[in-house]
């Protein structure tokens, strides 16, 4: 509560200057990510302390592209309502926040989304002892839910559609809807598929609980910037196409060095042995060879973060490249 | 320049200048942070008004005991829920911290030692830890409750679990509405009985039983009533079915948390200032007193209370208000009150964080200044009169 007066404090008082966000982090001389409070895969401290996951990387990719230097981000932990207000005040220049791209968030809070990282959706998680099969068996039951998300709306909707009832325990975090699902304060939780796949990882057996099949929503989660600051937008945008990108162009972090003698034209743009796109975005010429050599193409951090070999388990599916049955598309590199 | 200086060696002068500038800065400031704020606002492209308020909510709160909430229903009805919960958690935190605290600073100030200490460790324990961690202390405790399939059960109609307290809900029928009537008319006469006796005694010095047979009228009369137009009412009892109990009322553990930690901790402030009243009260009063032959209970009834209460009250009110302003802290337990759900999920569904704070923070004084009024009124009816 402290906190979201202090934004609000701070939104009042706001005298921000009309210098672009891109000066302003290259001044700063680091990147001020928001993310959330802990979600295993997506952003969460690891076992030495350091931020990881698949949105943490979004962050470190913007600084790579910005200073060439993967550690120079300090993230800034978001809960699902503090974080509009934190982004709208210059708390911090962008949101990699699992954060559904909507048309009101693009448009009436004056933020606007570069792309999507991760095509989600919503989904149910229930102890398998419960015996239910199908979401739609749910009558009566106490859901656990994120306050200030989509997904508490979609709920709304899904349980108004089915004509069944529901009762719901408003949470603030998904620890603290961890907590409530594990003591059996609620029966079921809600979030997008990943955060159930994320949370069933981090149960003390994830044997006994069963994410059920529906799938309710689309959930595109994405990257976003403040309305109005195209520059900025563009180099976040670019950072994240970048990596997808490599991935179709089988660039990865172990071959890098070895593709900057590539005889396929977009590997050389890419990797700015080609023309001048670092100094169209101000950047360093080598902005995206540097993201690649850091941090990996977008396939290198999904499998390190969230694919099948880590505890999440979640199959490319939908985030797959376009070219490979998946939804994953990035706009030329030209 | 002499004449000028003549101007600000005049007193009067003076202090209105300064009071003028004062004024005409504030004045200023604010219109400067209004400015700021509606620039900052356009700049951003963030829409402003009032019309979301008509908006449906498109979600839904499940503890809303006097309004059926529906996820159809408009922000504005988020915002009556809220004001509802908020109101309801402060009237009964302010009831109990009221009797919780009167008995706890009588307690200190008796004979008994043991008695003393636990009362003295209690205020002192929760003064000193924080509000919050005393809600979240007995949330993590509710919630460690056995599981509803597993809950306990008193007399196969109350059950305990993690999801609250169920008990029988009582239905009434027609014919209820006369044992109704019967209990505004039992309180009535009860009322006018005790004028009549203290007039009584006034005149006369005659004692008469006011408080037994007031109580006679007001359970026993609409209790016989009730039988002899043959119990018109039943009651829905809950039962386990699915996934939770269905029928009867319920008592959330939210609610739970956030009234036993508002009460308790309040209760500790409330004690003191019980104390400091019955302290302030001089000793010559109570051998006084003594020396006439009253006695003991009728010594701190007749005596002592009702001028230890000029000290009291005052100190009191502020206590009340601090408890309806703390129960915003039910963010913390998801307990559905005015910040939680209009100034936390409104705000943030809609993006109108001005607006919502706004409407949060007049409600809140409304209902803080609200509250200073009839405690002030009271205060005026106790303080000694001058005969």
Same mark, same amino acid.
Not at chain 2, 64 to 77: A, Q, V
Not at chain 2, 202 to 205: I, N, S, V, W
Not at chain 2, 267 to 274: D, G, K, Q
């Given at each position: 509560?402290?906190?979201?007066?202090?934004?609000?404090?701070?939104?009042?008082?706001?005298?921000?200057?009309?210098?672009?966000?891109?000066?302003?982090?290259?001044?700063?001389?680091?990147?001020? /990510?928001?993310?959330?409070?802990?979600?295993?895969?997506?952003?969460?401290?690891?076992?030495?302390?350091?931020?990881?996951?698949?949105?943490?990387?979004?962050?470190?990719?913007?600084?790579?592209?910005?200073?060439?230097?993967?550690?120079?981000?300090?993230?800034?932990?978001?809960?699902?309502?503090?974080?509009?207000?934190?982004?709208?005040?210059?708390?911090?220049?962008?949101?990699?926040?699992?954060?559904?791209?909507?048309?009101?968030?693009?448009?009436?809070?004056?933020?606007?989304?570069?792309?999507?990282?991760?095509?989600?959706?919503?989904?149910?998680?229930?102890?398998?002892?419960?015996?239910?099969?199908?979401?739609?068996?749910?009558?009566?039951?106490?859901? /656990?839910?994120?306050?200030?998300?989509?997904?508490?709306?979609?709920?709304?909707?899904?349980?108004?559609?089915?004509?069944?009832?529901?009762?719901?325990?408003?949470?603030?975090?998904?620890?603290?809807?961890?907590?409530?699902?594990?003591?059996?304060? /609620?029966?079921?939780?809600?979030?997008?598929?990943?955060?159930?796949?994320?949370?069933?990882?981090?149960?003390?057996?994830?044997?006994?609980?069963?994410?059920?099949?529906?799938?309710?929503?689309?959930?595109?989660?994405?990257?976003?910037?403040?309305?109005?600051?195209?520059?900025?937008?563009?180099?976040?945008?670019?950072?994240? #196409?970048?990596?997808?990108?490599?991935?179709?162009?089988?660039?990865?972090?172990?071959?890098?060095?070895?593709?900057?003698?590539?005889?396929?034209?977009?590997?050389?743009?890419?990797?700015?042995?080609?023309?001048?796109?670092?100094?169209?975005?101000?950047?360093?010429?080598?902005?995206?060879?540097?993201?690649?050599?850091?941090?990996?193409?977008?396939?290198?951090?999904?499998?390190?973060?969230?694919?099948?070999?880590?505890?999440?388990?979640?199959?490319?599916?939908?985030?797959?490249?376009?070219?490979?049955?998946?939804?994953?598309?990035?706009?030329?590199?030209? | 320049?002499? =004449?000028?200086?003549?101007?600000?060696?005049?007193?009067?002068?003076?202090?209105?200048?300064?009071?003028?500038?004062?004024?005409?800065?504030?004045?200023?400031?604010?219109?400067?942070?209004?400015?700021?704020?509606?620039?900052?606002?356009?700049?951003? #492209?963030?829409?402003?008004?009032?019309?979301?308020?008509?908006?449906?909510?498109?979600?839904?709160?499940?503890?809303?005991?006097?309004?059926?909430?529906?996820?159809?229903?408009?922000?504005?009805?988020?915002?009556?829920? &809220?004001?509802?919960?908020?109101?309801?958690?402060?009237? /009964?935190?302010?009831?109990?911290?009221?009797?919780?605290?009167?008995?706890?600073?009588?307690?200190?100030?008796?004979?008994?030692?043991?008695?003393?200490?636990?009362?003295?460790?209690?205020?002192?324990?929760?003064?000193?830890?924080?509000?919050?961690?005393?809600?979240?202390?007995?949330? =993590?405790?509710?919630?460690?409750?056995?599981?509803?399939?597993?809950?306990?059960?008193?007399?196969?109609?109350?059950?305990?679990?993690?999801?609250?307290?169920?008990?029988?809900?009582?239905?009434?029928?027609?014919?209820?509405?006369?044992v109704f009537i019967a209990i505004i008319l039992a309180f009535i006469s009860s009322f006018i009985i005790r004028r009549w006796a203290k007039k009584r005694q006034?005149?006369?010095?005659k004692q008469f039983p006011v408080l037994s047979s007031s109580f006679g009228l007001i359970i026993i009369l609409p209790l016989l009533l009730f039988?002899?137009?043959?119990?018109?009412?039943?009651?829905?009892?809950?039962?386990?079915?699915?996934?939770?109990?269905?029928?009867?009322?319920?008592?959330?553990?939210?609610?739970?948390?956030?009234?036993?930690?508002?009460?308790?901790?309040?209760?500790?402030?409330? =004690?003191?200032?019980?104390?400091?009243?019955?302290?302030?009260?001089?000793?010559?009063?109570?051998?006084?007193?003594? =020396?006439?032959?009253?006695?003991?209970s009728?010594?701190?009834r007749l005596?002592?209370?009702?001028?230890?209460?000029?000290?009291?009250?005052?100190?009191?009110?502020?206590?009340?208000?601090?408890?309806?302003?703390?129960?915003?802290?039910?963010?913390?337990?998801?307990?559905?009150?005015?910040?939680?759900?209009?100034? &936390?999920?409104?705000?943030?569904?809609?993006?109108?964080?001005?607006?919502?704070?706004?409407?949060?923070?007049?409600?809140?004084?409304?209902?803080?200044?609200?509250?200073?009024?009839?405690?002030?009124?009271?205060?005026?009816?106790?303080?000694?009169?001058?005969?």
């Open positions: 509560m402290k906190k979201l007066l202090s934004i609000f404090a701070v939104t009042v008082f706001a005298f921000s200057a009309n210098a672009g966000t891109l000066d302003d982090v290259k001044n700063r001389g680091f990147l001020k /990510c928001g993310v959330t409070t802990g979600l295993a895969g997506f952003a969460a401290p690891d076992d030495s302390g350091e931020w990881a996951g698949l949105d943490a990387d979004m962050c470190r990719a913007v600084a790579v592209a910005v200073f060439g230097d993967r550690s120079k981000v300090e993230f800034i932990t978001t809960t699902g309502k503090s974080r509009f207000p934190t982004l709208a005040s210059g708390e911090v220049d962008m949101l990699a926040r699992n954060t559904t791209w909507t048309i009101s968030r693009d448009v009436n809070l004056g933020f606007e989304f570069v792309g999507v990282n991760f095509y989600d959706g919503q989904g149910f998680m229930i102890p398998s002892s419960l015996g239910v099969s199908s979401a739609t068996e749910l009558d009566g039951a106490t859901v /656990c839910i994120q306050t200030g998300t989509t997904t508490e709306l979609n709920l709304a909707d899904f349980f108004r559609l089915n004509g069944i009832s529901y009762e719901a325990l408003p949470i603030e975090t998904n620890d603290e809807g961890k907590e409530n699902l594990f003591a059996g304060r /609620c029966d079921v939780y809600t979030t997008d598929a990943s955060g159930l796949s994320s949370t069933r990882a981090a149960a003390a057996d994830p044997g006994k609980w069963l994410v059920l099949p529906e799938i309710i929503s689309k959930e595109p989660l994405g990257p976003l910037v403040r309305h109005g600051d195209h520059q900025w937008g563009d180099v976040v945008r670019w950072s994240l #196409n970048a990596m997808i990108i490599a991935e179709e162009l089988g660039v990865s972090s172990e071959n890098v060095d070895a593709q900057k003698s590539s005889n396929v034209p977009e590997v050389l743009r890419l990797l700015g042995v080609e023309g001048s796109y670092g100094e169209m975005l101000e950047l360093a010429p080598d902005w995206a060879y540097q993201i690649i050599k850091q941090i990996g193409n977008y396939s290198e951090s999904y499998e390190a973060n969230v694919g099948p070999d880590t505890p999440l388990e979640i199959a490319r599916g939908l985030n797959a490249l376009w070219t490979q049955g998946g939804i994953l598309y990035a706009p030329p590199f030209r | 320049m002499r =004449s000028n200086l003549n101007f600000f060696s005049d007193e009067k002068f003076r202090s209105i200048f300064f009071q003028t500038l004062v004024i005409g800065l504030f004045a200023l400031g604010i219109y400067f942070i209004v400015q700021t704020t509606g620039y900052n606002l356009e700049k951003r #492209n963030i829409a402003t008004g009032w019309r979301f308020l008509s908006d449906p909510a498109g979600f839904d709160i499940s503890f809303s005991p006097f309004i059926n909430f529906k996820s159809t229903d408009t922000h504005l009805d988020v915002y009556f829920v &809220g004001v509802l919960n908020t109101l309801l958690v402060s009237f /009964c935190g302010c009831i109990a911290a009221t009797i919780l605290g009167f008995l706890v600073g009588i307690i200190r100030l008796s004979s008994n030692w043991l008695l003393v200490r636990v009362a003295y460790i209690y205020v002192e324990f929760t003064r000193n830890v924080p509000l919050l961690l005393q809600i979240i202390l007995w949330y =993590s405790i509710l919630i460690q409750l056995p599981r509803v399939k597993q809950s306990l059960e008193f007399l196969d109609i109350f059950f305990i679990s993690n999801r609250g307290i169920y008990s029988p809900r009582p239905v009434f029928e027609t014919g209820f509405s006369y006034d005149e006369t010095g039988f002899i137009i043959g119990s018109p009412m039943s009651f829905d009892y809950p039962a386990l079915k699915g996934f939770n109990f269905k029928g009867g009322m319920v008592i959330r553990p939210e609610f739970i948390a956030m009234f036993l930690a508002l009460t308790i901790y309040t209760a500790a402030f409330i =004690s003191e200032t019980v104390r400091s009243g019955i302290l302030s009260v001089t000793k010559g009063q109570r051998e006084a007193s003594a =020396s006439l032959g009253l006695k003991k009728w010594i701190m005596i002592i209370i009702p001028q230890a209460l000029r000290v009291i009250v005052p100190p009191l009110t502020s206590q009340y208000l601090n408890l309806t302003k703390n129960s915003s802290l039910g963010i913390a337990v998801g307990y559905a009150d005015l910040v939680h759900g209009f100034g &936390g999920i409104s705000l943030n569904q809609t993006g109108q964080a001005i607006e919502c704070m706004v409407i949060v923070m007049a409600t809140y004084l409304t209902i803080s200044l609200t509250i200073s009024v009839f405690m002030n009124i009271y205060n005026r009816s106790i303080q000694f009169k001058e005969k």
